[in-house]
């Protein structure tokens, strides 16, 4: 799961996205759009702190510096008027030099100054032309468009060369909501002898015909839906199509109900290999601490090292402790270190630059679970355990490319550590990331935020001490060195751990640059992390600490799943799974309370008419890898009894992460007809600026999230069903980021069924 940040509703609107309209009752609301006039140049006005310029086609001002919040300097146009359900297109050309902050407003022009739409961008030389369609919420007499330009340390120039608003536009572009077919259906591939629904959105509570059809337009099978009524986690009046009798391999098939197409489809054994592929790759292209090149991240993915200390990035290559001040409000003591550490590398953990050791604990245990669960159930015959499966640069070095990536963060994860001789001695620094949150979108390289520390915690200790400890046992026959060092790494960060087992990442109010990850029950780390000792070492000491543990016998399975604040499901399944010398009575109950949470979760899929296994009540923050980490479980049980069920059951639920679902859209980045693609990232982010690449193909979006904890997705889907909490668009970030270990888990499937057939 991504962090929760306050102060990001701001940052995180930054999507300024072109739709296009052929309406021809557009109507002009500003005099000069191009200022080709300058007659018309007084009726701009701008605060005493900004020196207004004019020559033909621009609009300038020198900006002061010094200011605190945006409104503290502000250019502005007056006399405008916006009629309630009305829709408008904001159209801007701007720049600066040598670059600040710009949130440009159309709004009531007087209190509460009502916003009805925006646009935020962090400007610099090059020009920018940014478009925002909006439809007016509230009919405001007096408006103004104003463009706040505070929160700069110097001054800086800022130009306008355009400015439109028009009327009269009509909206286009889809959105995710705006399915294209009432049927939902897996858009990428169902197995040919595995289950094959789909979810047809329909009031009418009669049965209906429905066709399947091959790519020729023959029809091959048909029937009649099975009406379910209404469905609370969607909203919605649904029926149910099952056309599991067909098992023809194809592409191209689509389901016809009364003249309505389904998008089309493949029935496949094979489908899931490049899924794997490109899940895998994700984690290449979000290094830090090394060039990224296009020849392995694809074109337009390439980009220098990010945080290594050039300028105008301060990097992270010799990093220190949060001031008094931030330690004083966020920890509620005075602390900090008189050291500097070496922290370069790693990944970065989501849409931003900030690198979590709890989120980068799990997210490289999942990876190296893709790896172990090959190794232990394929009998080496995956390419999940190959050297060449991704595209990095370790390719063809001999060791397994999955090894290689994950071996990027372990090493990241290992610097994290207090020196010796310091206060919290052999524990982890919790998190590294700017002292402010940057203005995107930016390529990491150009991030010119100070970088700092953050007090250690135990989350983050024991997250160190399993991620090493597992792959300590994966790295023996490659790198006997290594992985001794990564043992002897997770031995002491558990002892650290067991010395200071209270020191907890607090919460705070996401104002210092980075999400706080808190987390004050550390028991269920204890656990996993002793697990992974124990199933690497065999020593019983680290058995008796994970049987000393409230989770040893406990429930650990939840109907939401479980992520890098509930770890114990991830100790079970790997006591459950990997080789030991646990005892055998010992070995039973751990794999028996694994196949009691599938048949738990089976019994919530049949329940749901899209066919997923989540709780269908509430959906979380990141609910697609919390619906994922469902699957897992059961796809574990699969792998202990061989029972087909699970193997059935994994495969249906994952229709839902590919379009069966109640918006009709495949949350995999390049997976399907209608999938998503403008998640918020500051690097990936070409639906913000076209110049940024676009959001890498095989990215997860977080999925549905009735938490709403952003400003636009509050604004948007106030009011929406569970299943219908999401948004494709990177203001969104509570419903559409991505994140390492959200990617993690979607390898981890998708391994899975690529080595299932």
């Known amino acids: 799961m991504t962090h929760f940040r306050a102060m990001m509703g701001l940052l995180a609107l930054l999507a300024a996205h072109a739709m296009p309209s052929t309406s021809a009752a557009a109507r002009e609301l500003l005099p000069d759009p191009a200022f ?32 605190a919040q945006p409104w503290d300097a502000i250019v502005g146009f007056n006399g405008l008027s916006l009629a309630q359900g009305e829709s408008y ?120 015909p429905w ?31 099952d056309f599991g009798g067909y098992r023809e391999i194809g592409d191209g098939y689509r389901l016809v109900v009364e003249g309505d197409t389904s998008p089309p489809f493949s029935i496949s054994d094979t489908a899931y290999g490049d899924l794997r592929a490109d899940a895998l790759s994700y984690f290449y292209k ?114 397994p490319d999955i090894l290689d990536e994950a071996r990027w963060e372990l090493d990241f994860l290992m610097s994290m550590v207090v020196p010796e001789g310091e206060p919290y001695a052999g524990m982890a620094h919790h998190k590294v990331h700017g002292d402010r949150w940057p203005s995107g979108p930016i390529l990491p390289n150009l991030d010119p935020e100070l970088r700092v520390l953050h007090r250690p915690s135990t989350a983050a200790t024991l997250n160190l001490a399993a991620a090493a400890a597992q792959g300590a046992r994966l790295f023996a026959r490659y790198d006997p060195a290594y992985s001794d060092k990564l043992l002897s790494a997770a031995v002491s960060a ?84 990997v080789p030991s010398k646990l005892p055998k009575r010992d070995l039973k109950a751990v794999q028996v309370s694994v196949r009691e949470a599938a048949e738990t979760y089976l019994d919530d899929q049949r329940k749901e008419a899209f066919g997923y296994m989540y709780n269908t009540e509430r959906f979380g923050w990141g609910s697609n890898q919390s619906l994922i ?34 918006l009709g859209i495949s949350y995999v980045t390049g997976y399907g007809t209608t999938y998503a693609q403008r998640q918020f990232s500051y690097m990936f982010a070409a639906a913000t600026d076209p110049s940024y690449p676009a959001v890498p193909k095989g990215a997860l979006a977080g999925g549905p999230n009735s938490g709403l904890a952003d400003d636009y997705a509050i604004g948007k889907l106030e009011g929406c069903a569970p299943q219908a909490c999401y948004i494709d668009d990177p203001r969104s970030f509570s419903t559409n980021e991505i994140a390492i270990n959200w990617n993690a888990p979607l390898s981890w499937i998708a391994s899975f069924l690529a080595d299932t057939p």
């Open 89 to 208: 297109r904001l159209s801007i050309t701007v720049s600066g030099d040598p670059g600040g902050p710009m949130r440009a407003v159309a709004q009531k022009a007087a209190e509460p100054w009502t916003v009805e739409g925006e646009i935020v961008r962090g400007l610099g030389p090059r020009q920018q032309t940014l478009t925002e369609d909006f439809t007016a919420a509230e009919t405001h007499a007096e408006a103004q468009l104003v463009f706040q330009l505070g929160g700069a340390d110097k001054p800086w120039r800022f130009c306008l060369n355009s400015a439109s608003l028009q009327t009269g536009q009509e909206q286009l572009a889809k959105t995710a909501s705006d399915a294209t077919s009432a049927i939902r259906v897996n858009q990428l591939a169902y197995f040919p002898g595995g289950p094959k629904h789909a979810t047809l959105v329909r009031s009418d509570p009669t049965r209906v």
């Open 286 to 399: 979000v290094r830090s601490g090394i060039e990224i090149k296009e020849e392995f991240a694809g074109k337009g993915y390439g980009h220098p090292a990010g945080h290594l200390g050039k300028a105008p990035n301060r990097g992270d290559t010799s990093v220190g402790c949060v001031d008094s001040r931030t330690a004083r409000k966020v920890y509620g003591e005075d602390w900090g270190c008189g050291y500097k550490l070496n922290v370069a590398g790693g990944w970065y953990d989501a849409g931003d630059f900030g690198k979590y050791v709890v989120n980068g604990g799990i997210a490289t245990a999942q990876l190296l679970g893709v790896y172990e669960r090959a190794l232990n159930h394929n009998r080496r015959s995956s390419p999940a355990v190959g050297d060449g499966l991704v595209r990095i640069p370790e390719a063809g070095n001999g060791i």
């Open 494 to 577: 558990y002892q650290a751990a067991e010395a200071n087992p209270a020191v907890y990442a607090p919460y705070s109010d996401g104002t210092i640059g980075g999400g706080d990850y808190q987390d004050d029950d550390v028991s269920d780390e204890f656990y996993w992390a002793a697990s992974e000792l124990y199933l690497s070492t065999g020593d019983q000491v680290w058995l008796d600490r994970a049987k000393a543990s409230p989770h040893w016998s406990g429930p650990v399975f939840q109907p939401n799943g479980f992520d890098w604040r509930s770890v114990a499901a991830l100790g079970r399944l790997q006591l459950a799974t």
């Open 629 to 662: 980490q469902n699957m897992i479980v059961v796809a574990t049980a699969y792998d202990i009894t061989g029972d087909k069920r699970y193997l059935q059951a994994v495969r249906e639920s994952m229709d839902y992460i590919l379009g069966r679902n109640a």
């Open 211 to 241: 066709q399947l059809l091959s790519a020729s337009g023959q029809t091959v099978l048909s029937g009649t839906s099975k009406p379910q009524g209404y469905n609370a986690s969607s909203g919605l009046d649904v029926h149910v199509i």
């Open 36 to 67: 080709a006039n300058s007659a018309f140049v007084g009726e701009w006005w701008a605060t005493q702190n900004i020196q207004l310029e004019y020559q033909a086609g621009a609009l300038c001002g020198l900006v002061a510096g010094g200011t």
